[in-house]
């Protein structure tokens, strides 16, 4: 009896979505088999990752994007593990942040829930709200608003916390924190993709604080070292695509970097498949998985579904910048606890060269003080992040005009007396996915959508989760399901 073809696999992007889909193609954790399809991962970066990568700082390597993940989220922990670098996980060693409220540095209140306040005293104290505020927050606690009437499938975040806590709450926590993982504004970001439980809770009747304490982490004392809020890894998140990409070439995976798909054909005959085209090259595959972002994506499905286009096109992209920066340590005072400082979109410089002038940072992370291992002896590192999907200033500066303006607000976030001794820096254009009202909607006709093309899978940043672990879910997911599609024929 003829065996049955090996099956050929085309994925278009090599971040960490589309790295995982390779992973599971190729059989994932038990690995390759006789019966796992060959895998060709095409890409238009020189580099896997995606935003998942090294950035040069001296003669160190940091990571330009992320530099951690949620440990609620176990996807990251079970992944290393798979590849052999789960001894290299290790937990943040500080907990809490600052926010700039009321002209000053102050410490967010205890109990937050992903911003959100669940307990009025600590809010008080930590006059981040000006007396109007805290009065209209204090509402909440002695008449607080109706719920809604009837479910709500979605709704927009800043609205739900503003008609419950007021709108200072929501300028002052919701919008630097909740908005600042997208590079978003609240005002339109999706509650029942982003903060399902804050969707629910906005329904209950009563104190939206009360409703929201159980998605409060727990106190030092109950939770400690032994509860970390985030995890990374001791070579740093790049560590993780790096290890990939040296395991599926083992796998015998085929990289094709440095080139830009331009044109997805469908291919009749008696084993359907796909043309997948760049300007140089024709890779033909049973099935092709897309994870590259929606715009890109748009372009190649138009004459194949023109709806789902449209559909792709709906989801757009916030462009954002990192600096990272090392200090002499007895140059620079930062605050005694915490991990870094949240700007509220529209703050201003209250000092300085730049003084009345609203702030390009929109956070700053002190980097050694999260992830100790990064630490060198009379030095300190951080990480000044800028840019929104409403304020595109950072494209119309130079890159050394752009550090120079973030080296003068971080002296105006904290103490410094000198110059920086490092400084780079990582523009990330079009690169954070907005998830506005009904974003699950949309993704549900996109996958709808794709689902009707035979062998044609979709994942990626802009669908279920912008995240290191989402991406990883998203990934995995697709090349199990095209795997699985792929040993029925």
């Known amino acids: 009896m003829n065996e049955s073809p090996r099956q050929h696999v085309a994925i278009v992007g090599a971040g960490i979505s589309g790295l995982c889909a390779a992973w599971e193609l190729t059989g994932g954790a038990h690995g390759p088999s006789d019966h796992t399809p060959s895998v060709v991962l095409i890409d238009a970066d020189s580099v896997v990752g995606g935003k998942v990568r090294s950035l040069a700082l001296g003669n160190r390597q940091l990571d330009a994007g992320p530099d951690g993940a949620l440990a ?96 200072e709450v929501v300028t002052t926590l919701i919008d630097p924190m909740i908005g600042g993982i997208n590079a978003g504004r609240v005002a339109e970001m999706s509650a029942a993709a982003i903060y399902p439980g804050l969707l629910d809770a906005a329904q209950q009747r009563g104190s939206l604080m009360k409703a929201m304490r159980p998605f409060a982490p727990p106190p030092p004392e109950e939770g400690g070292a032994n509860s970390p809020a985030f995890l990374s890894l001791r070579g740093g ?64 499905l138009r004459t194949l579904d023109p709806e789902v286009a449209g559909l792709l096109e709906q989801i757009d992209y916030a462009s954002v910048a990192i600096a990272t920066f090392t200090f002499r340590a007895d140059e620079i005072d930062l605050p005694p606890e915490g991990t870094g400082v949240l700007v509220p979109p529209g703050s201003r410089v209250p000092h300085g060269p730049r003084a009345g002038e609203k702030f390009l940072t929109t956070a700053l992370t002190f980097l050694d003080r999260k992830w100790p291992h990064l630490a060198r002896e009379g030095e300190l590192t951080l990480r000044v992040h800028c840019g929104k999907i409403d304020d595109d200033r950072i494209a119309h500066l130079e890159d050394d005009v752009l550090l120079n303006e973030l080296a003068v607000e971080l002296g105006a976030l904290v103490e410094v007396r000198g110059t920086p001794l490092q400084s780079a820096l990582q523009r990330w254009t079009n690169s954070l996915p907005q998830y506005r009202v009904n974003h699950l909607l949309r993704v549900q006709g996109i996958e709808a959508a794709i689902a009707r093309q035979p062998r044609l899978d979709i994942a990626g940043a802009a669908l279920h989760g912008v995240g290191v672990p989402a991406c990883i879910t998203s990934g995995r997911a697709a090349g199990r399901r095209v795997l699985a599609a792929t040993l029925e024929s």
């Open 237 to 300: 998140m790049h560590a993780i695509p790096e290890r990939l990409e040296s395991l599926l070439h083992e796998r015998g995976v085929h990289f094709i970097m440095n080139t830009e798909v331009t044109s997805l054909v469908r291919q009749g005959g008696a084993e359907p498949g796909w043309a997948v085209n760049s300007a140089t090259t024709t890779t033909l595959a049973n099935a092709v998985i897309l994870c590259a972002p929606t715009f890109a994506t748009a372009s190649l």
């Open 72 to 167: 609620r989220r176990t996807e990251l922990a079970d992944l290393a593990d798979e590849i052999g670098l789960g001894g290299d996980l290790i937990p943040i060693a500080a907990r809490g942040a600052a926010v700039f409220a009321r002209g000053h540095v102050r410490p967010l209140p205890e109990g937050l829930a992903l911003g959100v306040p669940t307990r009025f005293g600590a809010l008080r104290r930590s006059k981040v709200l000006s007396l109007r505020g805290l009065l209209r927050a204090f509402r909440d606690v002695v008449t607080p608003a109706p719920p809604s009437r009837g479910h709500l499938q979605d709704r927009a975040i800043g609205s739900l916390i503003g008609t419950k806590l007021g709108d």
